[in-house]
C-alpha cells in the first residue's frame, strides 16, 4: 500500500539557521524555558506546553520561517495575526499554528514578539495579551 504524500521539509537557509540561533539565544533565559531538539527543529516550551518551532536543519512550510503554536488566542491577538503578511495558519482548523516568515534581520524584532506571545499564551492556557504599541 502506497503512503500518502506528505509535506516535504526542505533545508533551511544559513541566514535562517543564524536567525533562528539568535532568536534561541534571546529567550533562553525566559522563565520556565526549555529548548529541546525536535527532528531537526528546536522545540519551544514554556513548562510542559510547546509555544515554537525554531529551524535548525529543516524549514517550515516556507524558506524562511519559524513557527508558533497558540494555546488560546484572544481576538486582539487574532486580528494582529491576520494582517501581518508573514503570518500564516498551518494547522486543520487554522487556529493554533502559524508560521512566521523573515525575510530581514529588521524581522527578527517581530519574531521575537510573536514568541513572546505564544509564550504568554502557553503561561496557563489563557488567552495571549496583545501587547500595547
Request: with cysteine; proline share 5%.
Amino acid at each position: 500500500m502506497e503512503q500518502p504524500d506528505r509535506a516535504k521539509l526542505l533545508p533551511v537557509s544559513e541566514q535562517m539557521k543564524a536567525w533562528a540561533a539568535a532568536l534561541a539565544a534571546e529567550i533562553r533565559d525566559w522563565p520556565q524555558i526549555t529548548q529541546k531538539s525536535f527532528f531537526g527543529f528546536t522545540a519551544l516550551y514554556r513548562g510542559t506546553k510547546i509555544f515554537g518551532l525554531l529551524p535548525r536543519t529543516r524549514g517550515i512550510f516556507k524558506g524562511n520561517a519559524m513557527a508558533l503554536r497558540f494555546h488560546d488566542v484572544n481576538r486582539a491577538t487574532r486580528a494582529r495575526l491576520e494582517k501581518d503578511s508573514r503570518i500564516a495558519a498551518f494547522d486543520k482548523n487554522k487556529m493554533r499554528w502559524f508560521s512566521f516568515e523573515l525575510s530581514c534581520d529588521a524581522d527578527l524584532h517581530d519574531a521575537l514578539d510573536c514568541l513572546g506571545l505564544a509564550y504568554e499564551a502557553a503561561k496557563s492556557g489563557k488567552p495571549a495579551r496583545s501587547p500595547q504599541n
